[in-house]
């Protein structure tokens, strides 16, 4: 396996990126990735149902809000392997659901989460760090926790189609991301590697495909002329 897909390589990148993970996220999209988080939030619908809610690699519980908001009387849990991430999420999800979340540090492709039991899947840039054979155990796992009619909505930053849109992106990404990085926050390596994980990613058309041999109907949706996309749909 290419060695930027092994866990434990995945996993020490963000570790290391957790201290300054939420600025950089902001940056990287121009400030786009709170409005796309709403967007593809907003695919799951709302309910004030007690329904089961689980957000995977939940990274800072930047999706924490808008899932409290969307669906105020549910049970919330969420995951992520990397313990800096888990740590420094801990106070936040005690704030958001008032000491109430469930807070998993798993790794998703082998989680001991429970069979036909949730609702609701919330993944928010998380999919460019799977190569395709863990994009297929990623939908066989979704598939398996769903219940009938669960719903789950994806998104992840991809590379435009528009050449322009394209070379602007990846001169941002690729040089001037990694030297803010350096200048901020001394290291522009791991910063590096989220455009190679993009560029690589590509979009979400190869996430459906796969998604859609696993009982699952899937929709995709484009973001800011793709600069973004995002699978959403059910469990059939
Ligand atoms: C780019 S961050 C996204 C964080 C957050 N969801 C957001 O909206 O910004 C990706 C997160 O996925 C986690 N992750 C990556 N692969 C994972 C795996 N196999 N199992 C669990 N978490 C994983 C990383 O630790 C990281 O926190």
Not at 70 to 83: R, V
Not at 92 to 114: A, H, I, R, Y
Not at 122 to 130: D, I, N, P
Not at 205 to 225: A, C, P, Q, T
Request: glycine share 6%; proline share 2%; with cysteine.
């Amino acid at each position: 396996m290419n060695k930027i897909y092994e866990p434990e390589f995945v996993k020490q990148l963000f570790n290391q990126m957790s201290g300054s993970y939420e600025r950089m996220n902001y940056i990287t999209s121009f400030g786009f990735s709170i409005r796309w988080r709403r967007q593809f939030l907003n695919k799951l619908g709302k309910s004030d149902e007690k329904l089961n809610v689980i957000d995977l690699l939940s990274g800072l519980g930047e999706n924490w809000t808008y899932l409290r908001n969307n669906f105020p009387n549910s049970s919330f849990t969420a995951l992520d392997f990397s313990d800096e991430m888990i740590v420094q999420s801990r106070n936040k999800g005690n704030k958001v659901f008032k000491n109430q979340l469930n807070l998993l540090c798993e790794d998703v492709l082998e989680s001991q989460l429970e069979s036909n039991f949730f609702d609701i899947i919330s993944c928010a840039y998380g999919l460019k760090t799977f190569n395709s054979q863990q994009l297929d155990i990623l939908a066989k796992e979704v598939s398996r926790i769903l219940k009938h009619k669960g719903k789950f909505s994806f998104v992840e930053v991809s590379k435009p189609k528009n050449k322009i849109l394209y070379s602007a992106y990846r001169i941002y990404l690729g040089k001037v991301i990694p030297v803010l990085g350096k200048l901020f926050l001394g290291n522009p390596n791991d910063y590096k590697m989220l455009w190679i994980y993009t560029e690589n990613f590509e979009n979400c058309n190869r996430v459906k495909e796969i998604f859609e041999k696993h009982h699952l109907k899937v929709d995709i949706e484009s973001y800011f002329y793709s600069c973004a996309t995002g699978i959403h749909g059910e469990k059939i």
